[in-house]
């Protein structure tokens, strides 16, 4: 699975944002994905994760509540909406796929085999 994010960009805070992360290579069906997020100096951060099944979702604690993540298996994409951002969002935002995860790996990066190159969010206070 070939993964490619976009959608960044630079944005006050309050703002929206909508990032998309399209997969090639194979349906989405059957893989859990992901969004991470890095910050400079900072360790990899789960954000949000859809189960394999997609019966199931899971997000960071600061971001429930305004950070949606969704799939849309027509056109193969996951996305993450994001509203009233914060400028502690700031970061390159990743998406990650994978088929063999089971929920309470959902928030592990390093389960992931799949990954996109990175869309950076700079949200300006």
């Known amino acids: 699975v070939q993964l490619q994010a976009s959608g960044g960009g630079l944005v006050q805070a309050g703002a929206s944002r909508l990032l998309s992360c399209v997969a090639s290579?194979?349906?989405?069906?059957?893989?859990?994905t992901a969004w991470f997020r890095q910050a400079p100096g900072k360790e990899r951060e789960f954000v949000a994760a859809i189960s394999r099944t997609g019966g199931g979702t899971s997000y960071l604690d600061s971001v429930k509540g305004r950070f949606t993540i969704s799939r849309d298996y027509t056109k193969n994409t996951v996305y993450l909406q994001m509203n009233s951002l914060k400028p502690e969002d700031t970061a390159v935002y990743y998406c990650a796929a994978d088929n063999s995860i089971i929920s309470s790996q959902l928030r592990s990066y390093v389960q992931y085999d799949y990954w996109g190159q990175g869309t950076q969010v700079t949200v300006s206070s």
């Open positions: 290579g194979r349906t989405l069906r059957g893989y859990a």
